[in-house]
């Protein structure tokens, strides 16, 4: 079981800024957090940030071959992005959207999603565990699918 | 740690119909689930399913002052209920909105919560998993507040 | 062929009020009349009429089992009530929707009925003859699918 | 006792082409059912059907002087011809809407009438049925005007 | 000068329906009245009615070439019929679009005129004069285009 | 003059919560409030408080022939309780719309009633004086209506 | 009879500016214009302009026991003043809506006006010629009214 | 405690036209009334009404300083002034926003208020009684404020 | 192969006006250059042209079952006409819908067809080369089709 | 170079009141400065600030002719006066739209000028200084026009 | 004659994934056949894919001055990137808008691009034949253009 | 005192292209003139160009700490980028939006910008000027924040 997690614009700087609004673990260790949550249950990760959607958009398709699924915060591309979408509709790939804060709490343009339709399903508000918990749901239904 | 985990109308029948949709587990045996992980964290749950708004108000009313927190299932009124909306805000508890199909992928009017904006945060697709990982994400929160 | 009618709020108030709208019969004889035509065609009814979607909700739940159809006239409940709309689905048996005005030619929120596109059909104007259509319209459908 | 029945673009293919969807009966068909209903109600009939909207407008200004009231399935037309529903209104005869399939079951341009405000009533996805049911609405509207 | 006068449907039926909303003029009158004020004003005139948009269409077409300008009352088709407002634009003839009842304050969807932005003016309310104001604004605007 | 009170979902919490939002008089402090100024105004009262859309529905059909008129505060059904509305209407009996806060200055849902073009007025923002007025209101009504 | 002959803001400069758009009269012009064909209908005429929606509320109010009816060109505010709907309305005099340029062909804002649901007619496009349309129009209306 | 009473465009008319609509007091009896009640609760009250926009935001400016809160019935400019919502906001007075007529019950450009959320409350529908309540809440409002 | 080349209202005029827009091409001369390329593709053409819906509809019906597939240039009928989406869903024939112009370039009510959805494609703004495209499309699609 | 500087409701406040929002020079400050900065420049200016829309539409209609463009800061007045755009656009001369305060980060309604597309540019936020970006912006513009 | 050939988000993937969709031809095999058609149109063609807006707005900003007209499948970004609208426009080259499915059969997101109304014409639904009709669209019109 | 300036998609080409819409400096120049303007302001600035919003993103995450504030005409980006809103948030620097062409007299897409809310100020229309004004009303800005 191999999970690709992507992460999207500024998603680099958690931990340094809005502590109390994003909490304050950093990216690198959300990745060492999940990374040791995933060996738990039998899952390799992969990794990719990046502020650019073309650069996003290239990495799901050169990933996509070698992944079981995609745990994905696409950050401010959530709200815009239709190549995104494209992208992951087209890797044919189950992934679950995960939010660090509540977006549903924000401001209106953040509360629709162009790919959450999609998606096996949606987690927000809960900083780092959003992530947790999507890997977890991710592996489950991994191992459902595959019966295992 | 006390938690109130509220279900909406029809929830009772979970397991017996659209097993493919809904998952293969009845609702006692997600409280079942719960009331074990639960423990594993320290809480104590109290559980409520009504088909009836004005008895979920009630319940919310009547239990606000006994339990820490809410697991929300609202089902079908948590697309129209302002008065859920109303209790839950008067009950001055956090609670976490889950759901256990992905919302987001069904008709555009389950689309919109008339409370996720109150929410900690929003679970969606993982049948019972949303509840377990709506659990552990309260749990967390009141011993993050509570500083233990 | 057992098919439960169920009417929404303020339907018990039939033929007291407002006759020149809804017509002089009562819910009764509406009723005494729907059993015997049920009688003719060969069906039983039960009946349910409460101002409570909740209560409304239950009674779906409960009753589906042993019907094989509903007629429905949800009164104001029809515009809003995703619950109902939810309780419905979930039995898994053909409903007619029925109407003693013509909802079209009231107030614009009337013209919208939140479960229609479920419904076998739709009825609406024709008073008492509105459910007997209704009626006549079930024990038609339920005879072609159980080829008798 | 006079009753004109009306039919809109495509009516007259009835019949011949997607039977699981409006029924095996051809227009042909529907109305000997409908002259035979009519003279057990004592009523008597005149059809027009026409895939053109001049022609239906023309021929309610012909007919309105011979007829009591109209059974009117406008297909298309219905949800978009002001012209047919000034004739309606101008012809001050009443009548009744019929559909054969449930238009609110189908896409969202087919859930308005541009003159279901103006009928008695409205009778949509029952097939021939809802032909029958239209004219014995009209009759008992008749009766009931007429007081006979 | 010649002047094709155009009448949309229903408009044949003026003076026999409704004479306390149209005026109790039929439309033989209104055209011998046109005619009369036609002669003082040097104008000739030619007269189309139909209920049908494909006649009013091919109308259009054919008289364009000779005439020198459309005084247009199009009925319910003003609110609709985009054929008609190309067919109006194609002839590159100008033209006063005329109401015999206030449109504006009837039905919401009366309020619009699909091609009101390509006549000269608008006239709506006035019954008869309605025509004769029309009439007299098309003549002027002859004289003052070809500087006689 | 008997006039009923009606309170909706979460209004019996008045008091113990949010006293700078709602003030600190319980539900029962304004009630004998209002008993007393209904004693001056030569009135009397009978009280209702429900948290559930049909036990108030109910509660109005079996008051409605014992009262004059109705004191009304929703509360949250006050934005989406169509069976309210009928309920309301079917009474026959004239109301005051009240709302402890100003409605107008909160979220916009709840801007909208679908109540109040049935009300005789509309009183939001004045705590218990809200009440005090609209009991006020409806008994100088009263007399006027009845002449005395 | 004797009508208000009313002109909204700016149109005091009437033939000064965009003659190509608004004809070459000025106000003084039609207004002279006005008082001729006046005469020759046994009509006076009072007159005010003002580029101030206060004033022009106030002068309806003032006049509106001396005039008969009122001839209107509100400018500008007819698309916003609901002041001026009012104080026409309260004036109990009918009054006809006139326009230089046709406002349905200019920018969407000018296409609906606040008041012309409670004119007797609506006219726009004819320059000068919208006012003597507009005077014939209302002295006709005055005298099938009082049967003169 | 000294409250400005501002009444906005054509309420000065009061009592002599719609008497059926707005009652049979004038404005005069209004303030008459109101001096009256002011006196019983120490308050004094001053006046304005003027049917100009301009003139309203500019009696604002100048008074506010000697004035300690507003009673404001603004008629049709309640609907589309910012200018005096601004002015109001600028001003740092409480006030309180009465209708004579229930607003809510008539045209929907009625039923918006571009101030209603910096207000107290409203009160609409009660006619002089609107004034009165008004007062009354405000004179509480200032004694609460200043612990008086 | 045989394909039926409908034109709607006011495509006869090809080619004599608006040579700038529409192209120097007849309409005649269109048929002639798709019947030489359709010789060339081994298919065979019919050709209808009217202003006329219910005529169009009713050749749809006609030709339905001696047509493999359709080239539709319905002019303004594209973006009002349900009854011609009827028609063409109906006559369960594949078929492209082209224009000669760019009607994306044009007023927002041509940017929608009321059929587009139920083509195999569009194309829009080449003028004659639209149809020689979609003819060749056609031809392409039943060869694919048909294995051959 | 002569410029017309033009301020709508309540800035004749600025200063007095709001600080922290809109600075703390008054507007005869704010003209000093523009005095000043003008002579820089060679441009002369001439000031009106009024209350009322009227009057601001008079001045401009008056100024016209003297001045070489306009200076506007129309305040609660942008959103809604199209007198006021229409006596601009009439005008015929070249104008800069200033604000104090960033619009775009108050209420919505404030987000949209009824007559920004007509201006020259728009300048908001910059209190003061939103002035003397705006005089420099017109001496700029002037200078390029005439070449100078 | 040199024509740029766009291809946006995942187009470098056709053939490979959802070839009942998008057919069974690489790009490269498409390039292949442009290059063989442009040949025999006396067309040279240079390419560009990327999944970046960024790098393709460069693109066509570096290869504006060398070609004579665009052929633009922009992918995800036709419904989205004003960039690319305003790079395309700031080109003043005309471009061809193709799509290999027909997206007015797919989600409402894809109906609309930013950019149709700026070229020539839309070629959607005819997989690599989009592509082949677009070329030959081009150098149609280049050779129009230039009179070749 | 630092300052990045930051320009989006396409305006690398200024200068070079539409001179009349976007005056004939390039953009070279507009920074030269900056940096002298800067100079006499007692500020240094930094600048970046992209057509790539993840290019802009990172940027503005890289200079963050190294500037106070940003001066930014983000082109195309302005209308669609939240990432680039996201990223000017987080960047807890305050920042100015301008614009050369008035973007209130272009297409309606363009009128609104995702970020303005969060910005100082905005200027737009002013060629050149719009960033020296931009500039000087940061450099005032900061001054003022930090007291000197």
Redesign the interface.
């Known amino acids: 079981m191999r999970i690709g997690v992507l992460n999207?614009?500024?998603l680099?700087?958690l931990g340094e800024?809005?502590p109390q609004h994003y909490g304050t673990m950093t990216l690198s260790e959300i990745e060492e957090l999940l990374v040791e949550r995933a060996a738990e249950q039998g899952a390799e990760l992969c990794f990719f940030q990046?502020?650019?959607?073309?650069?996003i958009?290239?990495w799901i398709?050169t990933q996509a071959m070698s992944v079981d699924a995609w745990l994905v915060n696409a950050?401010?591309?959530t709200?815009?992005?239709?190549?995104l979408?494209?992208?992951l509709a087209?890797s044919?790939r189950p992934f679950?959207e995960v939010h660090l804060s509540?977006v549903?709490?924000r401001e209106p343009?953040?509360?629709?999603?162009?790919f959450?339709?999609?998606?096996?399903?949606?987690?927000?508000?809960?900083r780092a565990?959003?992530y947790t918990?999507g890997l977890?749901?991710l592996t489950?239904h991994l191992r459902e699918q595959t019966g295992v």
């Open positions: 999207g614009p500024k680099n700087l800024r809005d990046s502020d650019d959607e073309g650069a958009v290239e398709q950050g401010a591309l709200h815009t992005s239709v190549a979408r494209d992208a087209a044919a679950v509540n549903f709490a343009f953040r509360h629709t999603s162009v959450s339709d999609l998606a096996i399903g949606v987690i927000a508000g809960f565990s959003s918990f977890e749901a489950s």
